[in-house]
C-alpha cells in the first residue's frame, strides 16, 4: 500500500497581505533606514509631512464649519446644522488625507516615526540616531506646518462660508488650549496609539487601495473623539492666532464674534499644549503600539 504524501501549505500569493510577525519585522526594517536617512532628506520629507497633515486639516475644518455647535462669550451667534458626532465624522474622515499623503506620497511624520523605538529595542539603532530622527521631523513638520498657515491665510480660506471656516478654526483652538496639562497628556497618548495602528496596519498592505482603507478608520476615530496630535496642532492653533491677530473686520461683523473672545489662543498656550501632547504621543506609540508588538515578535530574536 503506498502512502500518499501530506498535500503541502499553500504559499501566500503576492496580493496577500502580511500577517503581523512579518509586519512587526518590516515596521523594524523601516526604522533602520529612516534612522539612518541623511539629514536633509529627512528634514524636506518632514517638511512635507508638516504642509499634508496641514491640508487635511483644512479639509477637516471646512468640512464641520456651519455644522459646529458654537457660542461666543461676547454673546455671538449658534451654529447647529448636524448633530456632534455626525459633524465629527465627517471632520475625521476628512483629516484621514493627511496620513494618506504622508504613507502614499511619502514623507516623515514625528507621530508615526515614533515606531523607531522597534528598531532601537531590537539594537538594531541607538538611541541618539532615534532622538536624532525625531528632532529633525519635530523642526521639519513644524515649517511645513506654520508654511501652509501662511498660505491658507493669504489665500483668504478662513473668510469662505461666510467667515464660517474661520470660526471653526477659532472654536477648535480655543477648546486645545483649554486643556489641563493632564488631559491634553492622555489626549496625546490616545491619539498616537490609534495613528500609529494606522502605519501599523499599512505594513501589511500590498496596495495602494489597502493603505488608503486601513488609514482611514483610527484616523476618522482619534480626530471624532477629539484626541490630541501632535503635528496638527501645528497647524490648528497657529492659523486661529492668525485669524484673532490678522483678520479684518469685515470677519468679525461676519460672524457676529469678537477677536477679545479668543485671546487665550496665543503662543504661550501653544506650547504649553504642544508640550503634553508630544509627550502623551511618543508614550502612546512606543508603548501601546511598538512595544507590544515589539515584545510579542521581535524579542526572541532580539
Known amino acids: 500500500m503506498t502512502v500518499q504524501p501530506r498535500p503541502s501549505t499553500p504559499t501566500a500569493g503576492p496580493l496577500d497581505a502580511l500577517l503581523p510577525a512579518e509586519m512587526a ?3 523594524e526594517d523601516t526604522g533602520v533606514r529612516k534612522a539612518r536617512a541623511d539629514a536633509t532628506s529627512v528634514f524636506v520629507l518632514a517638511t512635507l509631512a508638516g504642509a499634508f497633515i496641514a491640508l487635511g486639516a483644512i479639509f ?3 468640512a464641520m464649519a456651519g455644522s459646529m455647535t458654537v457660542t461666543d462669550a461676547a454673546g455671538g451667534i449658534t451654529h447647529v446644522a448636524l448633530p456632534y458626532g455626525v459633524t465629527r465624522l465627517l471632520g475625521g474622515l476628512a483629516f484621514s488625507l493627511g496620513l494618506i499623503l504622508v504613507v502614499i506620497a511619502g514623507a516623515e511624520l514625528f507621530t508615526g516615526n515614533v515606531l ?3 528598531a532601537w529595542a531590537s539594537r ?3 538611541m541618539p540616531a ?3 530622527n525625531w528632532a529633525i521631523v519635530f523642526a521639519g513638520n513644524l515649517v511645513g506646518s506654520l508654511g501652509i498657515v501662511a ?3 493669504g489665500a483668504g480660506w478662513y473668510r469662505t462660508g461666510g467667515g464660517a471656516v474661520g470660526l471653526a478654526a477659532l472654536v477648535l483652538a480655543q477648546g486645545k488650549v483649554e486643556h489641563t496639562f493632564l488631559e491634553a497628556l492622555a489626549g496625546g497618548i490616545l491619539c498616537n496609539a490609534l495613528v500609529c495602528l494606522a502605519v501599523w496596519l499599512t505594513y501589511s498592505a500590498r496596495t495602494t487601495t489597502d493603505r488608503i482603507l486601513a488609514i482611514v478608520p483610527p484616523i476618522a476615530a482619534f480626530v471624532a473623539a477629539g484626541f490630541e496630535h501632535s503635528v496638527a496642532n501645528m497647524f490648528f492653533l ?3 492666532m492668525a485669524i484673532r491677530l490678522f483678520a479684518p473686520a469685515s470677519f468679525w461683523t461676519a ?4 477677536a477679545a473672545s479668543y485671546a487665550e489662543v496665543d503662543l504661550g498656550a501653544m506650547v504649553a499644549n504642544l508640550v503634553p501632547v508630544t509627550i502623551g504621543n511618543i508614550i502612546g506609540g512606543a508603548a501601546i503600539v511598538a512595544g507590544v508588538y515589539w515584545f510579542v515578535y521581535l524579542r526572541k530574536a532580539a
Open 25 to 27: 519585522r518590516k515596521a
Open 60 to 62: 477637516s475644518l471646512t
Open 116 to 118: 523607531l523605538v522597534m
Open 124 to 126: 538594531r539603532i541607538t
Open 130 to 132: 532615534v532622538l536624532r
Open 151 to 153: 498660505l491658507a491665510f
Open 238 to 240: 497657529p492659523m486661529a
Open 255 to 258: 460672524t457676529g464674534a469678537s
